[in-house]
């Protein structure tokens, strides 16, 4: 079965960086296409990053240009290099992917942007 496990949340001081990372199994993970989505209390859960399985980009304009998706197929794992992060990207990061007409999630890991 597919399973998402996200890792890397935690507290960090505005300006500050954190790693959050995505181990996948269950599924062919080099040839799906592999996205960061988040949720903030209160608000609706939104794309934050998506990548191709040939490492093609796409990211919410709130977060281009500081946070980096990538993956290593070698390791079926999804990276999201979240940098000068602000108290509003405070939120749980879900991984998701989209298999066989499904979409499947992590459980989700909890990054707190706070002084």
């Known amino acids: 079965q597919v399973q998402l496990v996200e890792s890397g949340g935690g507290l960090v001081q505005p300006g500050g960086s954190l790693r959050l990372s995505c181990a996948a199994s269950g599924f062919t993970f080099s040839v799906y296409y592999m996205s960061w989505y988040r949720q903030a209390p209160g608000k609706q859960r939104e794309l934050v990053a998506t990548?191709?399985?040939?490492?093609?980009?796409n990211y919410a304009s709130s977060v281009k240009d500081r946070f980096t998706i990538s993956r290593d197929n070698a390791k079926n794992t999804v990276y999201l290099e979240m940098n000068s992060l602000k108290p509003e990207d405070t939120a749980v990061y879900y991984c998701s992917a989209f298999v066989r007409a499904l979409r499947y999630w992590g459980q989700g890991t909890q990054v707190t942007v706070s002084s």
């Open positions: 990548i191709t399985s040939v490492g093609l980009t």
